[in-house]
């Protein structure tokens, strides 16, 4: 099933530990918003991990092949765990959900060859919408 925002913070607060072990994500927003709560994390060794586990300290992350044994999933989880949970709040910079929108557009642009995604600033209050 689904859980609401609030619920689903709540839970990740309680948690010591995130996976994920995919083996494809645009930006790895789970495992950002994970980590943000307070979770250690053991993901998968993506591109787009990699990056994000550039906002953590290296002893935040583990990065492991995407079809690591699971027995040396189970490893990095206790591993992981042991080490009990990150302060909360970070002790860095969250990126706001503007320069979220911004990167995500980048991507795009990058990935497709076409500066046409641009991010065009809507009213206070008022959702971001992208011209083409």
Same mark, same amino acid.
């Given at each position: 099933?689904?859980?609401?925002?609030?619920?689903?913070?709540?839970?990740?607060?309680?948690?010591?530990?995130?996976?994920?072990?995919?083996?494809q994500e645009a930006f790895g927003l789970t495992a950002m918003e994970a980590g943000a709560a307070?979770?250690?994390?053991?993901?998968?060794?993506?591109?787009?991990?990699?990056?994000?586990?550039?906002w953590f300290s290296p002893a935040d992350v583990t990065l492991?092949?995407?079809?690591?044994?699971?027995? $040396?999933?189970?490893?990095?989880?206790?591993?992981?765990?042991?080490?009990? /949970?990150? !302060?909360?709040? =970070?002790?860095? +910079? %969250?990126?706001?959900?503007?320069?979220?929108?911004?990167?995500?557009? $980048?991507?795009?642009?990058?990935?497709?060859?076409?500066?046409?995604?641009? /991010?065009? !600033?809507?009213? =206070?209050?008022? +959702? %971001?919408?992208?011209?083409?």
């Amino acid at each position: 099933g689904q859980l609401d925002r609030r619920d689903l913070l709540d839970w990740l607060r309680t948690a010591d530990v995130f996976a994920s072990l995919s083996r494809q994500e645009a930006f790895g927003l789970t495992a950002m918003e994970a980590g943000a709560a307070g979770c250690r994390l053991v993901l998968s060794d993506i591109p787009a991990h990699r990056k994000l586990a550039g906002w953590f300290s290296p002893a935040d992350v583990t990065l492991l092949p995407s079809d690591a044994a699971p027995s $040396a999933v189970s490893d990095a989880i206790a591993a992981a765990a042991s080490l009990g /949970r990150l !302060p909360s709040p =970070p002790p860095w +910079p %969250l990126p706001s959900w503007e320069e979220m929108v911004e990167r995500v557009l $980048a991507g795009y642009a990058e990935a497709t060859g076409d500066d046409a995604f641009r /991010r065009v !600033p809507g009213a =206070p209050g008022r +959702p %971001l919408r992208v011209a083409k």
